[in-house]
């Protein structure tokens, strides 16, 4: 049986043994207890000698400590007190086995003391200093690294980051360090943070705090292309990139040069854009390129020439550069290689050391001066041996050494900020841009004080001022007598008009004899033979039919048909202007004739005139009668007038059909024989009427 069921046995001892324990349980109990159902607890770092728990017990029992786990507890009376300083961080909790004995009854009071923790530890970082890497451009909330702090009380512990402005932030009740926005190796490559974990939520004591230094560096990413140097970097968009203007450089015709080209603003040379990375550049000519006369370096990016050059101009070569390791990343440039023809020689200052003066209130952009009593500006011009005037319009002209001072393209010096009194010096540059030749002179300026340039043997302001206002009074003088001029010449083209028409009228007279009826004609027959070939009464009638008119398309013809009367002040007019007459016979010859108005014929050569056979007084209202020269018509009968007049009346009237309305010269019998004068007849109205020139 006993083999057949083994545990039935021992069950059935630990069930005695039991019942027997809770028998004496119940007697010692009865001996000593402990009042409370819960267990004792005391705080940490407590006084020696505090009382844990009180136990109860029946008069007479003994109590002693059976078992005291590091002697921790001790009795005082029925008090269990703690002999040494409790640390819940050592030990959270402790068991002390108290022995009650009465007589021959003893009883075992287990009692559990729980220690009670209180904040007296501050948190603890794991290091004082921690390194992180982050790369740049990485997404705006990607976790960098968390750091956690450890508190042996195991508060919660809270966390911050300052400063919270560099780009990251923490994770919201969490250590966990988040990326705040894009970041830029090349704005920034590291930044160092201070990390704080607290023990409470507030400073109210007791709180304590531990902190951390962390040290974030921004790793460089290859995002970017070689840069050609020197380049201007900007910024576009998130973007950052770096603008090369290219390199240019001079050879002569048929010459090939030994080595490296000499380029500007240097040589060709590559950096990779990612400066953290810094990967090696490599260089290549992309096909199509002058791969037969030039020839650049793999690694250095030098240009040499494999043969010269056979044609003058520039050649334009196309750069790439590379990274070794990773090839889609290239950018390219511009080397512009000029074949010029060979100079013989440089250009050439006129002097090595130039000296000039400026007086320290002329102003910005004022020339300086070539000395110190004259207002001539400074010239300095380089020359050119290789052209024939010795001016080489390639030349351009720099001024080193000084930013007070600048020069123009035509070699004048300009002040370009204000400087005090003393001496500048400089050194001028001239190029020659075609072929990089260049010379150099020296310029020392001398800067005076206010007042002083200009003084005794130049000219200053005030006489500049006075010289300005000498000009502007010549001017309005000049104007004012040009005024008058013209004023008398538009007067005077009225009498010259009259003049004219007088001048025609009195050449449409002047025909040959027997053409007009007796005492029509303008001058006697004496002068119209007198040898003057150039005078209009001395011309043929068939030249005069063909060629005379009176204006407005009138020619001579219509006028000799038509009858004639005259006024004396018409006559009058023409008798008094005799100075204005001889200035205009011009147009009537290309001889000059003198008009004379004389009751006496006069036969001089150059001379025409008009006579009288006695004085009629000008400004009588009188007629003048013209007496014809020749004898032989004044025996003519009436009745070849009268027949005349009538033919000439009728071819009036077919003129006034087919000729322009113009005034009719008229002649009558009565006027001629009773001696008075001629008269015009006015067209539209009807009626003859006195006209005066």
């Known amino acids: 049986m006993e083999k057949k069921y083994p545990h039935f046995t021992l069950r059935t001892l630990l069930s005695f043994l039991l ?13 000593c207890f402990r009042a409370g159902e819960t267990p004792p607890t005391i705080r940490e770092n407590n006084a020696v000698g505090a009382v844990v728990t009180t136990i109860i017990t029946e008069e007479g029992v003994n109590l002693t400590i059976a078992s005291n786990p590091a002697d921790s507890f001790g009795l005082n009376g029925n008090d269990l007190t703690a002999v040494k300083v409790l640390d819940y961080e050592t030990k959270t909790s ?6 009650c004995t009465k007589g021959e009854q003893s009883l075992t009071l287990i009692v559990v003391v729980l220690i009670e923790n209180v904040n007296d530890n501050p948190p603890v970082f794991a290091e004082s200093q921690y390194t ?12 960098v690294g968390a750091i956690v702090a450890t508190d042996a009380d195991k508060d919660r512990l809270y966390y911050s980051l300052v400063p919270d402005t560099e780009g990251f932030r923490l994770q919201e009740n969490s250590p966990n ?15 160092t943070l201070i990390l704080s974990a607290q023990d409470t939520p507030t400073s109210t004591p007791p709180s304590f705090t531990a902190t951390a230094t962390i040290h974030v560096n921004i790793m460089d990413i290859d995002n970017r292309p070689p840069w050609f140097q020197p380049c201007t970097e900007t910024i576009l968009d998130m973007s950052k990139i770096c ?15 030994v080595g490296a080209l000499p380029l500007l603003p240097g040589p060709v040379h590559a950096i990779d854009g990612d400066k953290g990375l810094n990967v090696p550049i490599m260089y290549r000519f992309p096909t199509g390129s002058e791969s037969d006369i030039f020839q650049i370096n793999q690694n250095t990016g030098d240009i040499t020439m494999s043969k010269a050059a056979d044609i003058a101009g520039p050649l334009t070569l196309t750069v790439l550069a590379l990274q070794t390791s990773n090839g889609d990343q290239f950018a390219t440039t511009t080397v512009t290689i000029v074949v010029v023809k060979k100079s013989v020689n440089p250009p050439q200052f006129e002097k090595m050391e130039y000296e000039g003066f400026i007086s320290a209130d002329a102003g910005v952009d004022s020339m300086v001066l070539e000395s110190k009593a ?47 009194p003393g001496t500048v010096s400089m050194n001028l540059h001239a190029i020659d841009s ?8 020296a310029l020392k300026v001398e800067v005076m004080p206010e007042g002083v340039l200009g003084a005794p043997g130049g000219y200053g302001p005030g006489d500049m001022a006075a010289l300005g206002a000498s000009l502007a009074v010549l001017l309005v003088i000049s104007m004012v007598v040009m005024g008058l001029l013209v004023f008398r010449i538009q007067k005077g083209k009225t009498d010259w008009r009259k003049l004219s028409e007088a001048n025609i009228f009195r050449s449409s007279l002047g025909k040959g004899p027997g053409e007009l009826k007796d005492g029509v004609q303008y001058t006697n027959e004496g002068f119209q033979n007198d040898g003057d070939t150039s005078s209009m009464g001395s011309k043929g009638q068939e030249e005069m039919d063909g060629k005379r008119s009176i204006g407005n398309g009138v020619t001579s013809r219509a006028v000799e048909e038509n009858v004639m009367k005259v006024s004396a002040p018409l006559y009058s007019n023409l008798l008094l202007d005799t100075s204005s007459l001889a200035g205009s016979d011009k147009a009537d010859s290309e001889k000059e004739v003198k008009p004379i108005l004389t009751k006496e014929r006069r036969v001089e050569e150059g001379y025409k005139s008009v006579w009288f056979k006695e004085d009629i007084d000008p400004n009588a209202k009188e007629e003048v009668v013209i007496i014809p020269d020749n004898g032989e018509r004044e025996g003519d009968d009436d009745d070849d007038d009268d027949e005349e007049e009538e033919g000439f009346r009728e071819e009036e009237e077919e003129y006034d059909n087919s000729s322009p309305q113009t005034p009719k010269v008229l ?27």
Do not use: C, W
């Open 243 to 257: 603008l090369s203007s290219g390199y240019t450089g001079t050879v002569n015709l048929t010459e090939q040069v």
């Open 374 to 420: 004259s207002n001539r500006p400074l010239k300095v011009q380089a020359k050119d041996t290789d052209y024939a005037d010795g001016i080489n319009p390639d030349v351009r002209y720099e001024v080193q050494g000084s930013t007070e001072f600048s020069i123009t393209p035509q070699g004048f010096i300009l002040m370009t900020k204000n400087v005090m």
């Open 132 to 143: 992180l890497n982050v790369d740049e451009l990485s997404p705006v909330g990607k976790s």
């Open 177 to 191: 360090i988040l990326v705040q926005h894009v970041l830029d190796y090349d704005a920034v490559t590291s930044v």
């Open 434 to 441: 075609s072929n990089a030749e260049s010379t150099t002179a």
């Open 19 to 31: 019942v027997f324990l809770l028998h004496r349980s119940t007697e010692a109990q009865q001996i």
């Open 667 to 693: 002649f009558s019998d009565a006027d001629m024989d009773d001696g008075r004068g001629v008269r015009f007849e006015d067209f539209e109205k009807e009626k003859i009427q006195t006209s005066d020139l």
């Open 94 to 99: 402790f068991t002390i086995d108290l022995l």
